[in-house]
T-cell receptor
């Protein structure tokens, strides 16, 4: 089945710097891509979702890139601030009509003031 | 607006004891419902999903069961807890297949 590898597992960046998280998936039929943020002891909050016909999406200081050739999805937080410190997960879902979502292992981001 | 409520917030249970966790979604009829398990510091593992009342699909076997007795309610249970059941349980819903998931705040389960 689909597998998602996420890296790095831990990331520390100074305030104002960029933070980049990368996910690699295995199934070329994967069509739906998501990035979630999890604060300690809480549920997951959606940051951005993209469909496979999108290569780049930007919203509020976040940039998602999708490289279908390399089966790679990335999240770039530009100008990170301490409030961005959390665990970030990528998730993917296969073709339309699928109810299974596969998550990456998560990246613990710490933004140092 | 839709709301998702999970209960209890936290549980401490003994090995071998039964468990029942609940999830209620208000403000949306016929949502797709999901249960996820997250080991401490780990990723999310999808356990079950349900498209309609009375119908539950298992994604992975962890000696747990799920039921959907009402359109807005999803229950996760087991008759006998194992140490390996410890972790964080998250309920989620979506409008349709492949749509974004909306997560509850989760239930922290400690099995001793």
């Amino acid at each position: 089945g689909e597998q998602v590898e996420q890296r790095p597992p831990h990331l520390s960046v100074p305030e104002g710097d960029s933070a980049v998280i990368i996910c690699t998936y295995t199934d070329s039929a994967t069509a739906y891509f998501y990035w979630y943020k999890q604060e300690p002891g809480a549920g997951l909050q959606l940051l951005m979702s993209v469909f496979s016909n999108v290569d780049r999406k930007e919203e509020q200081g976040l940039t998602v890139l999708l490289n279908k050739k390399d089966k790679q999805l990335s999240l770039n937080l530009t100008a990170a601030h301490p409030g961005d410190s959390a665990v970030y997960f990528c998730a993917v879902s296969l073709n339309t009509g699928n109810y299974k979502y596969v998550f990456g292992a998560g990246t613990r981001l710490k933004v140092i003031a | 607006a839709q709301t998702i409520h999970q209960w209890p917030v936290a549980e401490i249970k003994a090995v071998g004891s039964p468990l029942s966790l609940g999830c209620t979604i208000k403000g949306k009829s016929s949502p797709n419902l999901y249960w996820y398990w997250q080991a401490t510091g780990g990723t999310l593992q999808q356990l079950f999903y349900s498209i309609t009342v009375g119908q539950v699909e298992s994604v992975v076997q962890l000696n747990l069961s799920a039921s959907r007795p009402k359109d807005d309610q999803f229950i996760l249970s087991t008759e006998k807890l194992l140490l390996s059941h410890s972790g964080f349980y998250l309920c989620a819903w979506s409008l349709s297949s492949n749509e974004r998931l909306f997560f509850g705040h989760g239930t922290k389960l400690s099995v001793l």
